[in-house]
């Protein structure tokens, strides 16, 4: 099956540092990732769509200029939060469309990243 | 608006039948999936629906009736392992996936 990976799983960070997360579909290829934010015992939150060689499509109250994403290749995608605060200390998933197979629009979840920022 | 409602916490007997109900009001229609999601992991895919009626896949099934903008997962011969979040997920027009909060299941002995 399709599978997607996230690196790192889980990363602590100081408050005020960059942290970078990536996000590869392992075994396919994919025009279209999306990042979600989930905090606890909440539901997924899309922070932005993914797309291959153009910019993201953010959700509105998601600041792109501290969230950057970069989708470089058919495979890979990352976020970078900027200037991470302890707000920001959240369960990060992404999620790849694969251009071709599926009969349907199905997206396949990475593992996650859980952050922290002290 | 758009808007994706189910239960926020169930509880089961192990053996037993679930059905986890979700209503949804979303700015058009691309199917509806299902999740399982454990604590701390990602979501798991575990069904879709696009068309009307009842789609079965082993102990779990997911009906779905477009017209009144309803669905439901049934979870049957429970096990403990199923002791999770189900989250309810609508594709609308512009084929993102609108999240429900997600219902907690609750799985006794």
């Known amino acids: 099956g399709a599978v997607v990976s996230q690196h790192p799983s889980w990363v602590i960070c100081k408050s005020g540092t960059s942290v970078k997360i990536e996000c590869r579909s392992l075994d396919f290829q994919a025009t279209t990732m999306f990042w979600y934010r989930q905090f606890p015992k909440q539901s997924l939150m899309l922070m932005a769509t993914?797309?291959?060689?153009?910019?993201?499509?953010?959700e509105q109250g998601v600041e792109k200029d501290k969230f950057l994403i970069n989708h470089a290749s058919l495979t890979l995608s990352t976020l970078t939060v900027t200037s991470a605060h302890p707000e920001d200390s959240s369960f990060y998933i992404c999620?790849?469309?694969?251009?071709?197979?599926?009969?349907?629009?199905?997206?396949?979840f990475g593992p996650g990243t859980r952050l922290t920022v002290l | 608006g758009q808007n994706i409602d189910q239960p926020t916490e169930m509880t089961a007997t192990e053996g037993a039948i679930v059905q986890i109900n979700c209503t949804y009001q979303?700015?058009?229609?691309?199917?509806l999936f299902w999740y399982q999601q454990h604590a701390g992991e990602a979501p798991t895919f575990l069904s879709y629906?696009?068309l009307d009626g009842l789609e079965e896949k082993g102990r779990f099934s997911s009906f779905l009736s477009r017209s009144k903008g309803y669905s439901y997962l049934l979870l049957k011969e429970l096990q403990m392992k199923d002791s999770a979040s189900y989250l309810c997920a609508v594709m609308d027009s512009n084929y993102q996936l609108i999240w429900g909060a997600g219902t907690k299941l609750i799985i006794k002995p």
């Open positions: 979303t700015s058009g229609f691309n199917g």
């Open positions: 993914s797309n291959e060689g153009s910019k993201a499509t953010y």
């Open positions: 629906n696009v």
């Open positions: 999620s790849a469309l694969p251009i071709a197979g599926a009969s349907y629009n199905e997206q396949f």
